[in-house]
């Protein structure tokens, strides 16, 4: 996943600069929990990492598709790492453990219809949305019924 995050930085233009290549580790390291620019921030900034430069990178990363942004009920500055099969700049609906952090992706948008008949009636041309169910996994249900 990290050698994808250079080749798509490079692909793009941009250098990879050790500070970038820093953060891009630690962003990998997440794994599919979701963070916090900001707790990234924390982890990087006794190796030398300001705030511009992790905040702008998140931004780039978040930009080449790398990155999605969510929005979870304590703040919308979560990042997550977009899977490679969601990395094709497509919208792609999610469902996200409240519990763990947990992030599935939806194989089908479910609102295309709902979308297309606001569009109708609102004479709107609806361009993106974002939709993100927020629960409970079945492992943190079934670790909850253990206790």
């Known amino acids: 996943m990290e050698e994808r995050m250079i080749q798509t930085l490079e692909q793009a233009g941009h250098r990879v600069t050790e500070p970038r290549s820093q953060l891009i580790k630690a962003v990998v390291a997440q794994k599919e929990r979701p963070f916090t620019g900001e707790a990234l921030y924390e982890e990087l900034k006794e190796a030398g990492l300001g705030r511009a430069t992790v905040f702008r990178t998140l ?37 996200i453990c409240r519990v763990c952090g947990r992030v599935a992706y939806l194989d089908e948008c479910p609102m295309s219809e709902v979308i297309a008949d606001i569009a109708k009636a609102s004479g709107y041309k609806v361009e993106t949305h974002h939709l993100d169910f927020l629960g409970v996994c079945s492992d943190c249900l079934a670790s909850s019924d253990e206790n």
């Open 59 to 95: 931004k780039l990363l978040q930009d080449l598709g790398l990155l999605s942004r969510l929005h979870l009920p304590e703040g919308c500055q979560h990042y997550i790492v977009s899977p490679p099969e969601h990395q094709d700049g497509k919208h792609h609906d999610r469902i």
